[in-house]
């Protein structure tokens, strides 16, 4: 959640902060804005610039009133508002009283009331409602012979979790940044220094980037920067190769990056299974993991954590653990796990499931569970994030660049990887080498079965025609089909902004088949596999209330005819992956009414992509 960025180096640094934050834009987008450190009358001033809205809209305000192309030195931010609305006044950066200090922060720091109070008692007078001006104000008041020791010194006060990047106009060839809890990311060629939330605005300079631990604090000059501890001692933090194709992350000619992200599942499916599906011995090999048969053996249960898309990847293989390798297995959203003090013991696997890597309730999972002494690993997309670094060990997506907010290859490839684990867990514990090559063999049909679903887009966008116009829906489905249903839900809502609620198809007539009209849509789950023929009878209930049904069925089931001409065909394939083509054709059609309804698909309002707050 919100984006920051900074630049050091021989060149303009406004058109690079720019650049920068459009990549970062999928963190935060409701405010942005830059400071430089730039000679005006021959003194160093800070300059600033900031807009409510998207990076386009701070771009017309630089056309507006542009910056000198002199400065060199600037930070950035874009905005995901927690304290304070989406404001000009609110927007990051924040000065400090002297407005020789500029700050950009993405974190919360949870004592700012009282940091306030004492500053504002000390004349300190506040012109934004955020948390973040305190640290502003904080550094100036600490200031000491160098910034690194101003900030430092500020940073003592502070509780809370922060990346954070400065600047000060009293030391002009220099930029400080800090982390703690929110990821921080440096580059560096040789004569320009970048730092930034995620590697994508680095990587058009340098691939070899270095991530900030908790309790970093770094300098950053114009080609070098020198990392230590908050309490000054000397840190050493290995570079990270960074195996990313800038142009991963561009549109590449469709309308939005969710569409294009859907249309590349069949490849990042083919890279997430590339090398790990062992089909003489029905067997997966996932070397992430480092856990030997007699680890794996040694296990009682598992629990999965997550939030959001995640959870429900991590619902599906809570069951593919129990089908395959009979250990029980339960998903707890991320942030119960935190509080709830569950039971986990050193026999417990915790497997935490995250994109980002970042998310603050599945991070905070993390080091609750490693605290309890469970064997703890995780399963994320973004190569050197926190959660991925912290649990030490884990699988990688390699899903590529997911920029759209709805989660869409990264889901696809979490069910596909917590597959793959419970294949390996299974051959371990009880499943034997031909029901493992029966396995292995589902799986390696996936990219197809993907490309089959890709195919009817034209068919889906005719259907979500009709119900686009709607304001609720219901998405329903039973076994591997309940995930899918919850999915499916929550992608229609958050990109489309309809009402919309995933039930298990035998729940819906506990309560909320009251809410069924012929106004109301059923999306039923309902592909030829266990589970079907009841799934069938509670699509037959919601005919009964006159709801449209739309049906993702098999190929080849002409039962469905009966109920709806809506239907959208996955080929026949194994339980263990139906959930992957049914998905498919669920995003597109959460799309397509997102589009006709004329919403911001990538970027849905209230929304961010990495959810660093709890
Ligand atoms: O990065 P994570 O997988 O930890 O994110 C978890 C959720 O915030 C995320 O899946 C969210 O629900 C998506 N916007 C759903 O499309």
């Known amino acids: 959640m919100c984006g920051i960025v900074g630049y050091i180096g021989p060149n303009s640094a406004t058109p690079r902060l720019i650049a920068g934050l459009r990549k970062l834009e999928y963190r935060g987008y409701d405010s942005s804005g830059i400071a430089l450190v730039a000679p005006v009358n021959g003194n160093n001033e800070i300059l600033l610039r900031r807009e409510v809205g998207k990076i386009d809209a701070l771009q017309r305000e630089l056309d507006t009133h542009p910056l000198t192309a002199d400065a060199t030195v ?39 009331q009282e940091l306030r109070a004492q500053l504002t008692a000390r004349g300190f007078e506040f012109r934004s409602e955020t948390d973040t001006e305190v640290l502003a104000h904080l550094i100036e008041l600490n200031s000491a012979d160098t910034l690194v020791d101003s900030v430092r010194a500020a940073l003592r006060h502070v509780q809370g979790t922060f990346g954070i990047a400065v600047v000060s106009a009293d030391f002009p060839d220099e930029m400080i940044v800090a982390r703690r809890g929110s990821p921080i990311v440096i580059g560096s060629n040789g004569t320009e220094t970048l730092v930034a939330s995620d590697v994508a605005p680095i990587v058009p300079y340098t691939t070899s980037v270095t991530f900030l631990d908790d309790g970093d604090i770094a300098i950053l000059t114009p080609g070098r920067f020198e990392i230590r501890s908050l309490s000054n001692a000397s840190v050493s933090r290995e570079p990270t190769s960074v195996d990313w194709d800038p142009g991963a992350a561009e549109k590449g000619g469709f309308e939005h990056f969710m569409l294009k992200e859907i249309f590349e599942q069949p490849e990042a499916l083919e890279n997430c299974l590339r090398g790990r599906l062992i089909e003489a011995d029905g067997a997966a090999k996932l070397s992430g993991l480092r856990l030997e048969p007699r680890d794996i053996a040694s296990l009682s249960n598992l629990v999965i954590t997550a939030c959001g898309t995640s959870y429900y990847a991590g619902l599906h293989g809570s069951y593919a653990f129990e089908q395959l390798a009979g250990i029980p297995a339960r998903i707890e959203q991320a942030a119960e796990f935190r509080y709830r003090n569950p039971i986990v013991s050193p026999d417990t696997g915790v497997i935490a499931i995250s994109q980002s890597g970042e998310t603050a309730d599945t991070l905070a999972a993390v080091r609750e569970a490693a605290r309890k002494g469970a064997l703890v690993c995780s399963i994320c997309n973004v190569v050197g994030s926190t959660i991925a670094r912290e649990a030490g060990r884990g699988i990688y997506l390699h899903a590529g660049p997911e920029i759209g907010v709805a989660s869409t290859k990264a889901f696809l490839c979490q069910v596909a990887v917590l597959n793959m684990m419970a294949l390996l867990f299974g051959r371990t514990r009880r499943l034997s080498n031909a029901e493992g090559i029966c396995i292995v063999r589902a799986m390696q049909q996936l990219p197809n079965l993907v490309r089959s679903v890709l ?160």
């Open 74 to 112: 600037g930070i950035g931010h874009t905005r995901w508002a927690t304290h304070g609305v989406p404001s000009v006044r609110n927007a990051h950066p924040h000065l400090s009283r002297n407005g020789r200090i500029a700050v950009v922060h993405n974190g919360i720091i949870d004592n700012y």
């Open 455 to 614: 195919a009817q887009n034209d068919r889906i966008c005719a259907i979500a025609e009709k119900i686009a116009g709607c304001t609720d829906a219901f998405y329903i489905g039973r076994g591997y089909m309940y995930p899918a249903a919850l999915e499916g839900a929550l992608k229609l809502k958050e990109i489309s902004y309809l009402h919309a609620e995933g039930y298990h198809a035998a729940e819906l007539k506990h309560g909320p088949i009251a809410l069924l009209d012929e106004h109301v849509p059923v999306i039923a789950c309902a592909p030829s596999i266990p589970g079907h023929d009841k799934t069938m009878g509670n699509i037959q209930e919601c005919r009964a209330r006159k709801a449209p049904v739309i049906v993702i069925a098999s190929e080849g089931d002409e039962s469905v005819s009966a109920f709806t001409e809506d239907v959208i065909r996955i080929p026949a394939c194994h339980e263990i992956v139906a959930a992957i083509p049914v998905v498919v054709a669920e995003q597109l059609l959460a799309y397509h009414v997102a589009r006709l309804r004329g919403e911001p698909i990538d970027q849905p309002r209230n929304l961010a992509k990495s959810v660093t707050v709890e």
